[in-house]
């Protein structure tokens, strides 16, 4: 990510570029780049006041670790796992606002998107391939002998 000094550069050029727009378009593309400017500018004090700390995430199952570690990486979080901890327990070391905010919404958005994925494939395999609708609810109750 840039630097600090750098962001303020970008965004002192913005004002300049937006001072002297010729159009409207061109005023309003350098107002919206110099609103994100400066919103990384506040997120990044804002993240420097919430220390990195280490997060542990226990997730259900192997695809829900392997699409949590995949997300990790693509926002350039490191995650590890300590000897003896199972292989569904993921740990991290960010700032929790920050990470909340990013990866962890983007996993649970993905995490209800897999798992309705698979819960219409298996229904789907149940009725068609087995000839079967699969409800456990209608299973009688085995008595066991006296």
């Not at 400066?38 to 004090?45: E, P, T």
């Not at 740990?91 to 996993?107: D, H, K, L, P």
């Amino acid at each position: 990510m840039a630097s600090d000094r750098d962001l303020r550069e970008k965004l002192a050029k913005l004002g300049r570029l937006f001072a002297r727009g010729a159009t409207p378009g061109e005023r309003a593309a350098a107002g919206a780049a110099r609103d994100r400017l400066q919103a990384m500018l506040d997120s990044g004090a804002a993240d420097e006041a919430d220390p990195e700390i280490e997060l542990q995430y226990s997730l259900p199952d192997v695809w829900s670790v392997r699409i949590f570690v995949a997300l990790c990486r693509k926002h350039g979080v490191r995650p590890y796992r300590y000897p003896r901890q199972r292989r569904t327990t993921v740990m991290v070391r960010a700032r929790q606002a920050g990470f909340e905010r990013t990866v962890a919404s983007e996993f649970r958005t993905l995490y209800r998107e897999v798992s309705a994925y698979f819960d219409e494939t298996v229904n789907h395999l149940i009725s068609d391939a087995m000839k079967s609708d699969g409800d456990d609810e209608t299973l009688k109750q085995r008595q066991l002998p006296k």
